[in-house]
Structure formats: C-alpha cells, structure tokens
C-alpha cells in the first residue's frame, strides 16, 4: 500500500524535492497529477525551473555577514522574508485541512497567504482564522454581480489586496489530469478509483470531512448545489474570453486598494499594467499549465522589469524551488516571488506541519544563500550577484 509512508515523513525532508517525492506517496495519482503536471508536453512546466540554471551566482568573500535581514514589503505589507504563497484552487483534494493549514503556515512564516477564488474554504472562515496578511486571488468572470459580492466580502473579511489572474481565456489542455479523469465533471478511468482505494490514509479523510466544495460560489450553481462537480461546471462557464484592459481599469477602481495583476509575460503588458496603476506586475505563466511552450519567467524578468520603470513592484511566479532560485531573481529585479506547487507537495506530504516544513527549508535555503553570496540585507542583492551562464 501507498500508505505506508508516515505521516510524519515530512521531517525527513531537506528540499522540496524531497517533500515532492513524499507527497507523490501520500495522496493518490489523480489528485498528485493535478498538482504537478503541466499542459500539452510540459516544455513550459519544465523549462520554469532549469531556466533559473541560466544564471550563476558570483559571491564576495569576507564580509561580515553574521547577520542578515531578509525582510522587504510588497504591495505595502512588511513581510519576514520575500516569498509570498500564491493562490492555488481546491487545496483540500491534497489534504483535509486546505487552505487553513497553509494559512496558518503562512502566518507563522511570517508572509502572506494569497486565497484562491476557487479554495474549498470560504472568504470569511480563511479572513478569521489566523491574523497573518491575506490577499485574495479573483478572476474577471462573465457575472459582474459575482465579482462586486466577492470583493465587498474581502473587504469586510480584512483582506489586504486583491489579485487578478489574467492568463485563463480558455484553460489549457492538461493531459495528466484527462488520462485520470481528473475532467470538469469528473470521470474518474477504473485505474484513478484503484489507487485512490490503496490510499486509505487520504481516502478515510476524504470521507469523513465535509464535502469538498468551492465555498466562495456555493448557492450561486444552478439547482443551488455544493456539488463539486456541478460548481466547477457552473464556474467554468463564468470565465469571460473577451476580457479586455478595461475590465482590469473597472477592477482596480472597484477594489481601491493594492492590487496585482497575475499572469504577464510580455514587457508590453506590463508596461500597460503599470500605466493603469496596479501595485505589482506578477510575472507568471501560470505554473506551466496553461499555455505550453511559453516563456518562462524568471528569463522574461529582466524585460519586465525594465518596461515597468519603477512604476510598479514586480514579482516572479513560477519555477521556485530552491533559496537560490529567490536570489535569482531579487538579482534581476524582483521585488519578491511567489511559490504555489513548493507549498502544495508540504500540504499534500503533511498538511500544516509540511508547509511549515517547505518553508522553512526555502527561508533557510534564502538565508544562507545570502550569506555564501555575501548579501547582509535584500538591498544588496542585484545584477553584481549574477553572471549569465549560456
């Protein structure tokens, strides 16, 4: 059985790697696929991480570096250290506890946690639960009733900043999750349903809390279901292909607060996005599960970056999965990055305790790189810590 991994694995994990390798054994095949695979070939999802290969490291020797702060702001809110948790949907398929484990992970780290308007929790209960900073992550959908409701309930629930994802026109083709049945309903191949049964450990869990649902738009399906299949169908036909800058404009005005737009690659939208007043360009091509082949961040950075001209704080979303790879990317510009599956495999290996674990391997990781490159503060890190390696 898959299950005889402990659940205490987690501890024994020194990279997110590892964390990855346990998850992989922890939760069953369908709902590990979900997490970790990418759209058509997964050239992008791959090409996220080894693009940070690029780059090398150039560090300065003796220098007193005893002590380091690695604290900065983004969007206004002062975090420990420069990784923030990006949104991820339906995180209760990796563990029973969601989006609260990793919530309150987040506030003990010292960062914020950004939730998903497709999270299994709803606004208010994730708001309530732990007094770490809280972003929320929104789409333009085709019912605008639907986005007023949900940004008056942010703001009654103490959210600090609101983030439009913009990279989802139509969603890309993710292979793993049709071989599984992994599908919008569901149909689960006889192969999907027999490893699920071999994991009794998550199954027993799935079974006996409640029913997994995406609580921010329960009641508004047709026939006012929490069924998961008939939400996912009903939120499916909300998104708007024909989305424009000016839904984004309504937006920003509708919020009136610091908001960040997810989701751009090409320096001329971001330099677009910054004329419109966003507070933080998040550059991101959404994990590699949207558009196959596409760029990859952290080598569209420098670009971005140069065409934002200070006018707004930009962030890398995608392919984090090492202290170095943050460094990386300060270096060329960021203010700070986003991490999304690094967390998930923490969640997915151990819930709480896991993501706890995996950010604590990456502050780590963020520290002592600082100090091997000879950085007492993230004001010290730029383009001098950096040679391209191709």
């Not at 990006?86 to 609260?100: D, Q, S, V, Y």
């Not at 737009?261 to 599960?289: E, F, T, Y």
Request: contains cysteine; glycine residues 8%.
């Amino acid at each position: 059985m898959n299950d005889s991994y402990s659940p205490r694995d987690y501890q024994r994990c020194y990279r997110i790697a590892d964390l990855r390798a346990v998850a992989r054994q922890r939760i069953p095949r369908p709902m590990f696929d979900y997490l970790d695979g990418g759209a058509d070939d997964e050239v992008a999802l791959a090409r996220n991480s080894s693009a940070f290969g690029r780059w090398q490291l150039l560090h300065r020797t003796l220098v007193d570096v005893a002590e380091v702060d690695m604290s900065t702001t983004v969007m206004g809110e002062r975090i420990a250290w420069p990784v923030v948790l990006a949104p991820t949907g339906m995180t209760r398929l990796f563990h029973h506890e969601g989006e609260l484990a990793v919530a309150r992970a987040a506030a003990a780290a010292g960062t914020v946690y950004t939730l998903s308007s497709m999270s299994t929790f709803p606004i208010e209960v994730v708001g309530a639960h732990t007094p770490g900073p809280k972003w929320f992550q929104i789409y333009v959908w085709r019912d605008r009733s639907i986005l007023r409701d949900l940004i008056a309930r942010c703001k009654a629930a103490g959210y600090r900043g609101l983030m439009l994802t913009v990279d989802v026109p139509t969603f890309g083709k993710r292979e793993r999750d049709n071989r599984n049945g992994m599908t919008v309903p569901p149909r689960l191949t006889p192969a999907s349903v027999l490893d699920i049964v071999r994991h009794p450990y998550w199954l027993w869990h799935h079974l006996t809390s409640p029913e997994l649902t995406l609580a921010n738009v329960e009641g508004r399906a047709p026939q006012h279901t929490g069924a998961l299949s008939t939400l996912t169908t009903y939120v499916n036909s909300l998104f708007d292909p024909s989305v424009t800058w000016e839904d984004l404009a309504w937006m920003i005005e509708e919020w009136g607060g610091p908001f960040a737009v997810k989701g751009i690659i090409h320096p001329d939208d971001a330099a677009r996005a910054a004329a419109l007043g966003v507070s933080a360009v998040i550059v991101s091509n959404h994990g590699g599960r949207q558009l196959d082949h596409a760029a990859s961040p952290i080598e569209m950075l420098p670009e971005i970056v140069a065409a934002v001209e200070g006018r707004a704080e930009v962030v890398l979303d995608g392919g984090v999965r090492r202290g170095t790879d943050v460094l990386k990317a300060l270096a060329l510009g960021a203010r700070a990055c986003m991490i999304g599956r690094a967390y998930l495999y923490g969640v997915a290996a151990g819930g709480e305790p896991g993501v706890r674990r995996a950010l604590d391997i990456l502050q780590d990781e963020v520290k002592r790189g600082m100090q091997l490159v000879g950085c007492r503060s993230l004001a010290e890190i730029g383009p001098h810590c950096l040679r391209r390696a191709d």
